[in-house]
Antibody, heavy 119, light 106 residues
Framework: EVQLEESGGGVVLPGGSLRLSCTAS????????MNWVRQAPGKGLEWVSY????????YYSDSVKGRFTISRDNVKNSLYLQMNSLTAGDTAVYYC????????????WGQGALVTVSS | EIVLTQSPGTLSLSPGERATLSCRAS???????VAWYQQKPGQAPRLLIY???SRAIGIPDRFSGSGSGTDFTLTISRLEPEDFAVYYC?????????FGQGTKLE
């Protein structure tokens, strides 16, 4: 069974940092491109970042470029998102998302980790 | 950045009726890179349609997608009670993804 489990969410002060992790199981993680997508409370979906199966290239949305860093460890079957200089606008549920092997669509989503930026 | 605009924002229908959801892109996008998702309250989104018109695994055939260029459509032929949810379109282009703002089907 395919599983994506996010961890590392929580409450952080404005200007602070947080690192999200996503542990994959039930599929060959190393052959899939991966993404992070977020959803602010009561709002729509916003794509955050992409990383290829080989860790290059990586892409970022304009809203997080220069502040967030995506990475992966294919030995540990894990995806990461390092988030720095956080603001209230970054408050959201962050989803770890698998990209389909032969396309650009997102075929499997984790349940999400809530990040709250608040003083 | 390619902006996707979904309409209507809210669609009020009854079970058994036909639903037509629209997604318009700010510039031409490849239909290969257009997808649709369903999200129910408290749940992660679920892939419905990819490459504009291909149904994902396990998706009932009452769901269909169409379109090209800048205009794409998700059609639900006969609404079932479990279809009432929020629907998002998505595209990939120029090294970035974008989602529409969503259509709530109530």
């Amino acid at each position: 069974e395919v599983q994506l489990e996010e961890s590392g969410g929580g409450v952080v002060l404005p200007g602070g940092s947080l690192r999200l992790s996503c542990t994959a199981s039930g599929f060959n993680f190393r052959i899939y491109n991966m993404n992070w997508v977020r959803q602010a409370p009561g709002k729509g979906l916003e794509w955050v970042s992409y990383i290829s199966r080989s860790s290059s290239p990586m892409y970022y949305s304009d809203s997080v470029k220069g502040r967030f860093t995506i990475s992966r460890d294919n030995v540990k079957n894990s995806l990461y998102l390092q988030m720095n200089s956080l603001t209230a606008g970054d408050t959201a549920v962050y989803y770890c998302v698998r990209q389909a092997s032969a396309g650009t669509e997102f075929d499997f989503w984790g349940q999400g980790a809530l990040v709250t930026v608040s003083s | 950045e390619i902006v996707l605009t979904q309409s209507p924002g809210t669609l009020s229908l009854s079970p058994g009726e036909r639903a037509t959801l629209s997604c318009r892109a700010s510039q031409i996008v490849s239909s290969t890179y257009v997808a649709w998702y369903q999200q129910k309250p408290g749940q992660a989104p679920r892939l419905l349609i990819y490459a504009a018109s291909s149904r994902a695994i396990g998706i009932p055939d009452r769901f269909s997608g169409s379109g090209s260029g800048t205009d794409f459509t998700l059609t639900i032929s006969r609404l079932e009670p479990e279809d009432f949810a929020v629907y998002y379109c998505q595209q990939f282009g120029r090294s970035a993804y974008s989602f529409g703002q969503g259509t709530k089907l109530e």
